[in-house]
């Protein structure tokens, strides 16, 4: 099975610009989590999808938004950008919110700098 | 609030030492625990995970964890390192009281020595 993609890989933007990154899961997988990724916090859940719902979200503010899409793709869009918002930015996909699902799989992340 | 801690930053070992990774998390309810590895430049990769059962619980490339309730850890050990251990160490703890959120540590950046 091809492992879960991101892209773009990395991004360059500008600060007060809006930005918008893709996940495609695993092959199968319904539920998709984004994190946040840095130096000095290390990971941080954003929030996780499954069906085409937002199932949980973590303590991000609203500038920070996503969506999933019926063949459980998955895109997260920040807007009016910051400095810090600069991250690697991780999807992770598992097949379900079953205990037997808790196994995250990740992809490589797409490295956003804010300029 | 949900909170794991790894009690290394940065570990640095010689070729065939033991290596002990600490993580804590403060939860009181049930939990799933994971430790992740990202060598670099590469994914994040699951090395092992506990759910239930035998809290000594072992994983790929010689690791091993041992989940101890009563002290709220899952240390991670490896009884002789490589070269090619040489990556970033992450602790992951979900908590089922609290919803599904996978809460991560900060991470121990292992560096082994030829």
């Known amino acids: 099975k091809a492992g879960v993609t991101q892209t773009p890989r990395y991004l360059i933007k500008t600060r007060g610009q809006q930005v918008t990154l893709s996940c495609s899961p695993i092959?199968?997988?319904?539920?998709v989590s984004w994190y946040q990724q840095t130096p000095g916090q290390g990971l941080q859940f954003l929030f996780e999808?499954?069906?085409?719902?937002?199932?949980n979200k973590g303590n991000f503010p609203g500038r920070f938004s996503g969506r999933q899409f019926s063949n459980s793709r998955s895109e997260m869009n920040v807007s009016t950008l910051e400095l810090g918002d600069s991250a690697l930015y991780l999807c992770?996909?598992?097949?379900?919110?079953?205990?037997?699902?808790?196994?995250?799989?990740f992809g490589p992340g797409t490295r956003l700098t804010v300029t | 609030a949900q909170s794991v801690s790894q009690h290394n930053h940065h570990v640095i070992l010689s070729e065939a030492a033991s290596l002990e990774l600490g993580c804590n998390y403060s939860?009181?309810?049930?939990?799933?625990l994971f430790w992740y590895v990202q060598y670099p430049g590469q994914h994040l990769q699951l090395l092992l995970k506990?759910?239930?059962?035998?809290?000594l619980v072992k994983g790929i490339k010689g690791f091993e964890a041992e989940f101890i309730k009563s002290k709220f850890s899952f240390n991670l050990r490896k009884p002789s390192v490589q070269w090619s251990d040489t990556a970033e160490y992450f602790c992951?703890?979900?908590?089922?009281?609290?919803?599904?959120?996978?809460?991560f540590g900060p991470g121990t950046r292992l560096s082994v020595l030829p």
């Open positions: 506990y759910f239930s059962g035998d809290p």
């Open positions: 939860y009181g309810g049930t939990v799933n």
């Open positions: 992770a996909s598992r097949p379900g919110l079953a205990l037997l699902h808790y196994e995250q799989y």
């Open positions: 992951a703890v979900n908590a089922r009281n609290y919803g599904q959120n996978f809460v």
């Open positions: 999808y499954f069906s085409e719902t937002q199932r």
């Open positions: 092959s199968g997988h319904r539920s």
